[in-house]
């Protein structure tokens, strides 16, 4: 299973193919809930990151999979897998170079989202983007999102990508779907739980600060 996971995380880092993003900077979007949230749908206990500087809680039954030692996967700080294995909630570190830190300036979290696509455009094929990235923010902390689909027909899946900074690190936090399945609700669904860990997030800075 671990080796299915594998394959699939990191054939989720793509982009369509020639595709390129240009923005001006963004305006805030204040409050937006893209999707409801799952009342008591998330575990009393914390995942963190490895340096400590973010903190939130994951789905409730959720499991944890070991990823050491897996170099495609080196930037990845955990996943954790429904029990049937069918989606994954993953967090990334998305490297803060020199550049990205001018483009964040000058574009805020979109230029996040820019790069978040682009790092997946190094490493697999090509996907659709269904939702083109959009910023956000919710119990006053900032976010920019996105969405896509892969695959056709039965073999079509899905995923959303949350950006953001905890001041100092960009982050990726995503909910991929591993395989396809027939009922296109679970995806709401699945959003709506992505909504509810977001709003646990801890060492995300206010849009005010």
Same mark, same amino acid.
């Given at each position: ?11 989720l880092l793509?982009v369509v193919?020639?595709?390129a993003l ?13 999707y ?19 903190a ?5 039954g959720?499991?944890?999979?070991n ?9 990845v ?8 294995r ?17 483009r ?7 230029s996040i ?6 790092l997946?455009r190094?490493k697999?094929?090509r996907f659709?983007?269904?939702r083109?990235?959009?910023?956000f ?15 056709s027909?039965?073999?079509?899946a899905?995923?959303?990508? #949350?950006?953001f900074?905890?001041g100092i690190?960009?982050y ?7 395989r396809? #399945?027939?009922?296109?609700m679970?995806n709401?669904e ?20």
């Open positions: 299973m671990k080796s299915l996971l594998v394959v699939v995380l990191v054939s793509v193919e020639g595709c240009f923005y001006s900077t963004p305006k805030l979007i204040p409050e937006k809930h893209f409801e949230l799952l009342p008591q749908s998330l575990e009393d206990d914390y995942f963190h990151s490895p340096l400590g500087d973010l939130g809680k994951y789905p409730k959720w499991l944890q999979i990823l050491e030692h897996i170099a495609p996967l080196e930037n700080a955990f996943t954790y897998t429904n029990p049937e069918t989606w994954a909630m993953t967090l990334i570190e998305i490297p803060g170079s020199a550049d990205l830190r001018m964040y300036q000058k574009s805020g979290l979109l989202a820019e790069e978040s696509i682009n997946h190094l697999i094929d659709t983007i269904t083109s990235p959009e910023t923010a919710q119990y006053g902390m900032r976010f920019a999102n996105y969405e896509i689909s892969r695959g027909g039965d073999s079509m899905y995923g959303r990508y #949350v950006v900074s905890t690190r960009y990726e936090l995503s909910m991929v779907q591993l396809g #399945v027939s009922n296109p679970i709401i699945n959003y709506r739980l992505l909504q509810s860990v977001i709003s646990s997030l801890e060492g995300v800075p206010s849009h005010s600060d």
